[in-house]
């Protein structure tokens, strides 16, 4: 069984830091990209960042010189490092992976079921 665990949410104050990691286990073969959506109340799911199996990475404009994306592939883990966080990056934030799981030839994309970050003095 596939499976995302998001760790490492909370409650912070603006301009604090949060770390965010998300590890992946199960019957895992290859694991291409992984990532960070984030929604908060009233608004549609929106990508924060993403990186490749290389290690590309890929930001959403409004979180770009504050998060960090990165993985551990040994691990299977993808982490987010949050700085300068703002109010507006209050929302639950998502873990998603496109995984190829052993035996298979065939790409599935898994989501964790999300980390609350609450940021407010």
């Known amino acids: 069984q596939l499976q995302l665990v998001e760790s490492g949410g909370g409650l912070v104050q603006p301009g604090g830091s949060l770390r965010l990691s998300c590890a992946a286990s199960g019957s895992i073969s290859r694991i291409n990209s992984m990532g960070w959506y984030r929604q908060a109340p009233g608004k549609k799911r929106e990508l924060a960042a993403v990186i490749t199996s290389g290690g590309a990475t890929n930001y959403a404009d409004s979180v770009k010189g504050r998060f960090t994306i990165s993985r551990d592939n040994a691990e299977n883990t993808v982490y987010l490092q949050m700085n300068s966080l703002k109010p507006e990056d209050t929302a639950v934030y998502y873990c998603?992976?496109?995984?190829?799981?052993?035996?298979?030839?065939?790409?599935?994309?898994?989501w964790g079921r999300g980390t609350q970050v609450t940021v407010s003095s």
């Open positions: 998603k992976a496109e995984v190829q799981t052993r035996g298979s030839i065939y790409i599935t994309t898994a």
